[in-house]
């Protein structure tokens, strides 16, 4: 990125380029510059999130106002999970494919938020892979999930050690569907009244793979 200013000293006297800062009030993150001319500075930015990042330039011991124009991250996305589908009972390790976590950010902390009670789950395993045909970085997280049903919303909490919380925008995770193995029936009593017992045996039943149903009969004949 390029900022334009004035009095940023000679292109070819770089030491008096002290530091270049941003951040919320432009300070925060330290970006890698060079001077191009006394009225630009080329910059690379290291790893973090946030928006409206205002900047600061320290040129031989002197630093600038705070800039009023702004830079921004891009946002947090989950772009896959996989397995797709798991059972219900939970315990599955899983693998969430993203953009913009900024795992390689020494102060923050990221974690996985899981349904609409946000349950923050600790990521077990980060990885950072770039695709070599189209130098594209996607970021990948493994969690273990906790027991559920249905589809439940999923989201990836970003969080700077000077309390900024950035969370990506919800991504749709579905448990398998209930899948019925055996049925077992027996006839028992209540008093004189008889009633069907079936024991369900399955998986996707929640953390139990055996369900239970209580039918009653008002006659029954054996």
Known sequence: MLINGGGFGPSDNTNLLNSVTYGPSGYGYTASCSVVTHRQIRCNSVAGFGSDLKWTVTVGGQSSAVSTSV????????????????????????????????????????????????????????????????????HLVKVVIPAGSGSIPVRVRLQSGDGRVVVSDPFTFTYKAPVIARVVAAISYQGADPYLSLSITGTSFGKNAVAYARCVFSSLTL
Request: charged share 15%; glycine share 4%; net charge negative.
């Open 71 to 138: 830079a921004h991250y891009a946002v947090a996305a989950i772009l896959a999970i996989t397995p797709a589908d798991v059972l219900t009972d939970g315990g599955t390790l899983i693998t969430i494919t993203g953009s913009h976590f900024a795992l390689s950010a020494s102060d923050v902390t990221a974690f996985v938020l899981w349904a609409e009670v946000e349950t923050k789950l600790v990521i077990a395993e980060s990885q950072t892979v770039t695709n070599t045909d189209t130098d594209e970085v996607v």
